[in-house]
């Protein structure tokens, strides 16, 4: 049971490139999350997906996109990468929206130059 | 939306028992209080959770009066690999939680 799984590990962009980060659960959860977490900071949410087919802007979603592809799958996209956006970046998932047991993938960093 | 304080950082040694405390003053009424681990390089984890009195898994316990304005995470005999980042979090729904600094647990031999 693979949990949660994030792919790439790490990645390297130049300022104004884009990419997207992949995201799949197999624990058949409805809920999906993107967060970020700067150094020596807590996670902030950037989008959510409370269900297959809806997704919903978070605390920092500027600058990033997402995309619910199936009930396993959730991708955030990068179009156009700033410096401001160098960080680690974690997908979760949760039975429900309502549910705060969430279950967290091992991350992504990213770095802007 | 439920803001937390809790302490920046705490040392303990291998053996002892570890009391973290959160302050949560303007909890709501529906508001649960979720703890989560994290250790570096890695995703959170989650821990327990609990509304109100006591609750009590395998590797923590959960201490909540009875005004709900603070809780206590109570780890039991730790040990070197306790050592991680402790998240204090209060609200009702993932989309509604305020991740702070958390605590950095520090476990000494």
């Known amino acids: 049971n693979a949990g949660v799984t994030q792919t790439p590990k790490f990645q390297v962009l130049k300022t104004g490139q884009s990419m997207t980060l992949q995201c799949a659960q197999d624990?058949?959860?409805?809920?999906m999350y993107w967060y970020r977490q700067d150094p020596g900071m807590g996670l902030r949410l950037i989008y959510y997906?409370?269900?297959?087919?809806?997704?919903d802007k978070g605390e920092v979603p500027n600058g990033y996109n997402v995309s619910r592809l199936n009930k396993r799958e959730f991708s955030l996209r990068l179009e156009s990468a700033a410096p401001s956006q160098t960080s680690v970046y974690f997908c979760?998932?949760?039975?429900?929206?309502?549910?705060?047991?969430?279950?967290f993938g091992q991350g992504t960093r990213l770095t802007v130059v | 939306l439920a803001k937390t304080t809790q302490p920046i950082s705490m040392d303990s040694y291998e053996g002892q028992e570890v009391n973290i405390t959160c302050s949560h003053n303007n909890i709501a009424t529906n508001d649960y209080i979720t703890w989560y681990q994290q250790f570096p390089s890695q995703g959170p984890r989650f821990i327990i959770q609990?509304?109100?009195?006591?609750v009590t898994n395998e590797v923590a316990s959960l201490f909540i009066p009875a005004d709900r304005k603070s809780s206590t995470l109570s780890l039991p005999r730790v040990s070197l690999s306790d050592t991680a980042v402790y998240y204090c979090l209060v609200g009702n729904s993932n989309y509604q939680l305020i991740w702070g600094a958390g605590t950095k647990l520090i476990i000494k031999p």
């Open positions: 624990m058949n959860h409805n809920s």
């Open positions: 979760a998932s949760s039975e429900s929206r309502a549910n705060t047991e969430a279950f």
């Open positions: 609990g509304y109100k009195t006591k």
């Open positions: 997906s409370a269900s297959e087919g809806t997704t």
